[in-house]
């Protein structure tokens, strides 16, 4: 995963119209080429100069995908940022490759999600939480995938009841909401049943109906 930062220093007086202009057009403008996962927009608060000074980092999946933005979408977008604010904004672009995550399990979140397919996917995740998931290594006995797939796409786990079959997954605390998101992700499909893991802990996890 890459992020594709964009630094900006913008004038005093064209600030307000120039942050409404980035929050309601210019950032939703660069996340509907569907080059990217997600946006933040940050503001430098020990400044040095005159002005003030933005950041706004945009993750995105791959640096292939990265430069189809620039050769695609770039030039369109800056465009419009020089016409409307001329001299009064500088801006630079830097690329940060993401060498590894880390993330606090948090007590608040008490839902326990066993994992073994596509919520694993740092994609999907931010599409259906809005964040990355912090998780920890588990496994799951008496069941193995089955061969059958839901809609022939999607795999789904079957009960064995035989404790040498054994399922290897990612386990990730949720939310209330955030396993109400997931139910809505898993769809009808799928229920959702407790299960035990062999660290001993108690989570839920998503099998065909």
């Known amino acids: 995963m890459y992020i594709y ?16 202009w980035m929050k309601s057009v210019h950032i939703p403008e660069v ?3 569907g080059k990217f996962l997600s946006a933040k927009m940050t503001k430098v608060l020990a400044e040095e100069g005159t002005g003030h000074t933005y950041s706004v980092q945009y993750t995105v ?37 993401v060498v590894d995550e880390f993330f606090v ?10 994992t073994y397919g596509t919520l694993q996917e740092k994609e999907v995740q931010l599409g259906v939480f809005s964040r990355l998931l912090g ?17 022939g796409l999607y ?5 064995t009841h035989n404790p040498q079959d054994i399922i290897h997954g990612k386990v990730y605390v949720l939310t209330d909401d955030e396993l109400k998101k997931a139910d809505f992700y898993e769809g009808d499909a799928y229920e ?18």
Request: net charge neutral; hydrophobic share 35%.
């Open 192 to 209: 959702r049943i407790e299960v035990g893991l062999l660290s001993g802990k108690k989570a839920w996890v998503y099998l065909a109906r």
């Open 61 to 97: 999946a791959s640096k292939e995908m990265l430069n189809d933005y620039y050769r695609e979408d770039a030039p369109r977008l800056r465009q419009k940022g020089q016409k409307l604010f001329a001299d009064q904004l500088i801006s630079f672009r830097t690329e940060l490759e």
């Open 135 to 151: 998780g920890y290594d588990d496994t799951l006995h008496g069941h193995r995938i089955s061969d059958i797939k839901v809609a």
């Open 5 to 20: 930062n964009v630094t900006s220093n913008i004038e005093d007086k064209a600030h307000e119209k120039w942050l409404h």
């Open 155 to 159: 795999p789904t786990l079957e009960p």
């Open 105 to 114: 399990h948090r007590n608040t979140a008490t839902h326990h999600l066993f």
């Open 31 to 33: 996340l509907a080429t």
